[in-house]
């Protein structure tokens, strides 16, 4: 038997669950999928569902509790009939609050990686341009004030274009 296999495989966090997620929000197609893929693989290496070194970001996509929280109450609550808010919804569980939901359900927090990513000004970068989805990455999901490298992250984005 060969060496195993530890952390999440980035072809099916890809293909198993970001895109049929963005397809179920109505924000899907190529750019969308690779950039969120890539965004799981930069903030945690699709493998932390906290932050590490204590700070308070939840699940794959490491989104903070005030982002989640902001995404609802800035933005979601005025398109309750938009097909991407009644996706959100529904993919909720009813036991546990929203946000603990980063950590254990990753659909719903794919959806709102996603979600925060379209409420940028900006368009989506090339499909196929690791370093263009990484610099969007640092410039709308982990901002001026976060740690990420676009440079370095690119490699991680490439990852996520070829799985």
């Not at 190529?30 to 950039?35: G, K, M, P, Q």
């Not at 693989?41 to 996509?61: D, F, K, R, V």
């Not at 996706?87 to 925060?116: E, F, H, K, W």
């Amino acid at each position: 038997m060969g060496a195993r296999m530890t952390g999440m495989d980035i072809g099916q966090l890809k293909h198993l669950v970001v895109a049929p997620t963005l397809e179920a929000l109505t924000l899907s197609g190529t750019a969308a999928i690779n950039l969120v893929t890539g965004t799981a693989l930069a903030e945690s290496n699709a493998a932390y569902l906290i932050q590490q070194g204590g700070g308070p970001a939840l699940g794959l996509w490491q989104m903070e509790p005030a982002t989640h929280d902001d995404c609802w109450t800035n933005f979601l609550r005025y398109w309750p009939d938009a097909n991407y808010t009644k996706a959100v919804t529904a993919m909720l569980g009813s036991d546990i609050p929203r946000v603990q939901q980063l950590v254990s359900n990753l659909r719903y927090a794919c959806a709102m990686a996603r979600l925060r990513y379209f409420r940028a000004p900006d368009p989506l970068p090339a499909p196929q341009d690791p370093l263009a989805l990484s610099r969007y990455h640092k410039a709308w999901y982990n901002t001026a004030l976060g740690a990420a490298d676009a440079t370095v992250n690119a490699a991680l984005f490439a990852r996520a274009i070829a799985a």
